[in-house]
């Protein structure tokens, strides 16, 4: 099989999925965020009287009960709670893969949690990465091609194939940063979920987010190998001045970030 025809193949398996992983240099091309700028939002990412229920049959259950949350840039969160407590649905809220009931979400000082499906898939893809206490590694792909997946979604078929040569560099770079240049032509079922981590932040990573988002980044590993991840969250920030917020239940994991910000019963405890 030829590499146009397998680079069109992976391009169009991507789009099926639509997976919204978004995700050095860390500061590319921007989207526009249309609206006005709010004064009142100083913070990088500011969430506003946050309320978000879900219904079980003809009954409500409150999750977030009324969440302030900011954070400034190169600044390093953790939302710490206990499960339940709404600090997922929390990050997914401030992500716009969830809408919340009442509320506003600001990014950069523009309100982002009422703006179009499209609009909030641009700004997840080339603004904001993503990582997944579940990884959503696409199996049929390879380490490599997992990576390279949000760029294929956002520079659609023909522009990703004029690049592709440019692309792979840095997705490989990426890898390589994480310690998976030896890894790279493995499927997700080849590799230990340590490294399915890893390659899922070099897939966040790869578009050039101004923010990362992490939800639960060490809950499905061990001691050693959460510290290996915390190690390169630590290192993203510090060095990249990329900005951080993790949402975790490990007291000790969270102890690793600047501010420690916790959820009980789906309001931030003061």
Known sequence: MSNSTQTARNSANIARHR???????LAG???????????????QLTAKNICKSYRKGQVAVPVLRGVDFEINRGEFAAIIGQSGSGKSTLLHVMATLDAPDSGQVYFDGRRIDNLPASARDKLRNRRLGMIFQFYHLLPELTVLENVLAPLMISHGTLSYFISRHKH??????????????HRMKHRPSEISGGEMQRAAIARALVTSPELLLADEPTGNLDHSTGEDIMEILRTLNKRKNLTIVMVTHDQAI?????????????????
């Open 19 to 25: 997976t919204r992983a978004g995700g050095h240099e």
């Open 29 to 43: 091309p921007h989207v526009a965020i249309p609206g006005k700028s709010e004064e009142s939002s100083s913070g």
């Open 168 to 181: 792979r560099r840095t997705a490989a770079e990426l890898l390589e940063m994480v310690g998976l240049g």
């Open 254 to 270: 969270a102890e690793e970030a600047d501010r420690i910000v916790r959820l009980v019963d789906g309001q931030i405890a003061i």
